[in-house]
């Protein structure tokens, strides 16, 4: 196997690792993971202010009709985040707070945003339906 296959086929094995590490897998949205803490008012403010919509579109957010990152229409109902991750609020969260940390060279930078920020950003997201 080349060093380049190897490489990818490690990194996949790590993000399946932490993604079931992170979600105990197979826990999901629908499985009643959504009770978390986090205000969705203060959140979508904070998509704002963050400026997510330069690289999304994010129905209910002024001017966020950013085409670089996927649409967050129906983030809440998706079944994964990034294509790799289960979607439950601690997953959101932990790739709204460092996606660098949780898949190494995606195309979403990391922006600073707080744990507690990226907690109401999800929270936001999640009425997304």
Known sequence: MSGKIARSTC????????????TGCGNNVASGAQNFNGNSRRGADLVKQYGCGGCHEI???????GNVGPSL?????????????????DNMTFWI??????????AMPSS???QNDARDISAFLYTLK
Do not use: H, M, W
């Not at 229409?73 to 609020?89: E, M």
């Open 11 to 22: 990194r996949l094995l790590v993000v399946l690792c932490l993604g079931c590490t992170l």
């Open 59 to 65: 129905p209910g957010i002024a001017d966020a009709d």
């Open 73 to 89: 229409r129906r983030i809440a109902s998706r079944t994964y985040i990034a294509g790799f991750f289960q979607n439950s609020p």
């Open 97 to 106: 707070e460092d996606p660098q940390k949780a898949l190494p060279g995606n």
């Open 112 to 114: 600073g945003i707080s």
